[in-house]
């Protein structure tokens, strides 16, 4: 069964950067070009929001309105590694965020219904 896990979270100061990263583990004939990847994120009592996603071959992309121009979602299948890169955070950025993996989602979508792996979420903290 497929596995995901994030890193990459903290505590950072507004204006800052991070990026957050997604290891990719467990095929089983089906390799990771095949999967569409999603970032999303929940704050405390808020709902998970699809923040930004990515077809199996990187050929199409999406953002939530909220992050475009400032979040860069990028892969690298040959490492089974994907990323997000975040500048110019803000605190409304402040959220636990989980990487998942959609199999044959192309194009992406930022609809969580749709993911069927996920991480366990790393901690993102945009504070002074």
């Known amino acids: 069964q497929l596995q995901l896990v994030e890193s990459g979270g903290g505590l950072v100061q507004p204006g800052g950067s991070l990026r957050l990263s997604c290891a990719a583990s467990?095929?089983?004939?089906?390799?990771?070009?095949?999967?569409?990847i999603g970032w999303f994120r929940q704050a405390p009592g808020k709902e998970r929001e699809g923040v930004s996603c990515?077809?199996?071959?990187?050929?199409?992309?999406d953002y939530a309105g909220s992050v475009k121009g400032r979040f860069t979602i990028s892969r690298d299948n040959a490492m089974n590694t994907m990323y997000l890169h975040m500048n110019s955070l803000n605190p409304e950025d402040t959220a636990v965020y989980y990487c998942?993996?959609?199999?044959?989602?192309?194009?992406?979508?930022?609809?969580?219904?749709?993911?069927?792996?996920w991480g366990q979420g790393t901690q993102v903290t945009v504070s002074s």
């Open positions: 998942a993996a959609d199999l044959w989602g192309n194009p992406c979508t930022l609809d969580h219904a749709e993911y069927d792996y």
């Open positions: 990515i077809s199996g071959l990187g050929g199409s992309t």
């Open positions: 467990g095929f089983t004939g089906i390799t990771l070009d095949y999967y569409a």
